[in-house]
């Protein structure tokens, strides 16, 4: 029987949301390049939340989009439905406002589990990943200024280590590591790999 299933995800979620502030540097991208962090240093961050949602079916699935090549930040790249915090909002208020905002993906179909420990990044955000499963019946909706495409990525394809293959980013004379994870004509990278590894590692490893 397959562990790859929202049920079982919900438990292994319940167990390890939540954790300490700093606890981002022992996961994902920051586990891969130790002085990553240094990149940080006194950089103003904006609050941001993406739902990593998973679909309760047969088969789990999780909902990422194509973002359009006319946005400011992470242009064309695969993302999970998510953006900045409204003053007063809660991470976990966000995502879901957001993913209904950017997909169409209604409210009462979502069911929160919690959230990890915010992770910064060097765009200039520091972007909490709130856990959801999904319930089915639900239509989407993509916002055409802001999601090219939506679909969706088997759960067990993203928590196998073999499919998180690993590059490098060269700028300013400086090298890092990066996960990339090619699935079906997508290239999932950046920040939204760095995520999927991190509840890898948090939940799976």
């Known amino acids: ?26 996961y994902g991208d920051y586990r891969l390049n130790s002085r990553l962090h240094l990149g940080l240093e006194g950089m103003k961050l904006r609050d941001a939340a993406v739902l990593v949602g998973i679909v309760e ?17 992470h242009s064309g790249q695969i993302a999970f439905p998510g953006g900045q915090l409204d003053p007063g909002e809660s991470a976990e208020v966000a995502a879901v406002r957001e993913a209904e905002e950017e997909i169409g ?29 999904i319930r089915t019946g639900f239509t989407l909706n993509p916002s055409p200024d802001e999601v090219e495409h939506v679909f969706q990525v088997p759960l067990a394809f993203l928590m196998n280590p073999g499919n998180h293959e690993e590059d490098v980013w ?10 990339v994870m090619p699935y079906d004509g ?17 939940l799976y490893e």
Not at 187 to 202: F, H, K, L, N, Q
């Open 170 to 179: 060269k700028t300013r004379g400086l090298s890092h590591k990066f996960y």
């Open 186 to 202: 997508w290239r999932i990278w950046g920040i939204t790999a760095g995520i999927i590894r991190s509840v890898y590692e948090r």
């Open 105 to 133: 993906l209604a409210r009462h179909f979502v069911d929160v589990i919690g959230a990890l420990p915010a992770i910064p990044v060097l765009s200039g955000f520091r972007i909490t990943p709130v856990l959801a499963t």
């Open 1 to 26: 029987m397959s562990i790859f299933t929202a049920s079982d995800f919900r438990l292994r979620a319940e167990r390890h949301a939540g954790g300490n502030a700093e606890d981002f540097l022992e």
């Open 57 to 73: 079916d047969d088969e789990a699935h999780v909902i990422l989009t194509k973002r359009t090549d006319a946005l400011r930040k």
